[in-house]
């Protein structure tokens, strides 16, 4: 059965579709012609459009790869149409960055402006509700920038690229704060057995705990808390 599958098999369909062998010299020279082309256009948009990519320049690289892909092996896509489509997004590129350098409001509006997600070791709340972070997603990359707990962190800042800029206090200085180690926050209070520090475990606030019912938190007023963490960063 299988081995009649593979004689009735249409192998020049198979890899080639509808196309001619000698369409694959064309692939080559098409695709040549593209890649230089978005060489060319990178340069021109410059390095930060490469390196460090906003929404706004996010969609700039897409449109370029768009226009380059379709042309590289589809006979249907000339290559003068392609080029084209290059040269009107780097022209709108260069147009929106000139306005950009022109006015504040204007950069705002397109590529969006940096945000405090921690401020001294506790979630700057309805800035963290804005971006759609969640916060297992969060923790980790402040886990791999060696944190545990947001004691550790004066402020966090989501900057234009998405990247998360961290700035720590010195160890004398680091205070308690919320666990973010994995599956720390898997067992809740809402009732404090053992005075100590604790941690809201929706906005970090911390506070002095005596024995009793946890009452809500005076920041977001929600009455889940943890045990906080006075432990150093580890570097």
């Keep these: 059965m299988l081995s009649l599958f593979l004689l009735e098999l249409n192998w020049k369909e198979l890899f080639l579709g509808h196309e001619e062998w000698s369409f694959l010299l064309e692939i080559i020279l098409r695709t040549v012609i593209m890649f230089l082309a978005i060489i060319i256009g990178l340069r021109i948009l410059g390095k930060r459009g490469v390196k460090q990519l906003s929404i706004f320049e996010l969609v700039v690289i897409i449109g370029l790869g768009s226009a380059a892909g379709d042309p590289m092996f589809n006979k249907d896509v000339g290559i003068i149409s392609s080029i084209l489509v290059f040269i009107v997004i780097i022209l709108l590129y260069s147009i929106v960055t000139f306005f950009i350098g022109r006015s504040k409001k204007f950069e705002r509006m397109v590529e969006g402006s940096s945000i405090y997600l921690i401020k001294d070791g506790e979630f700057a709340i309805e800035n963290f509700k804005k971006e759609n972070l969640g916060s297992d997603e969060f923790f980790a990359e402040l886990r791999l920038k060696g944190i545990s707990q947001l004691g550790q962190v004066e402020t966090a800042i989501e900057e234009i690229s998405g990247e998360i800029s961290v ?69």
């Design 167 to 235: 700035f720590y206090y010195e160890d004398q200085d680091v205070k308690y704060g919320l666990p973010i180690m994995p599956d720390s926050l898997k067992s809740p209070l809402k009732r404090i057995y053992k005075e100590s520090q604790y941690s809201c475990i929706f906005c970090g606030h911390t506070e002095f705990k005596a024995e009793g019912n946890t009452a809500h938190c005076p920041k977001c007023q929600k009455d889940e808390w943890i045990e906080a963490s006075n432990r150093k960063r580890v570097t």
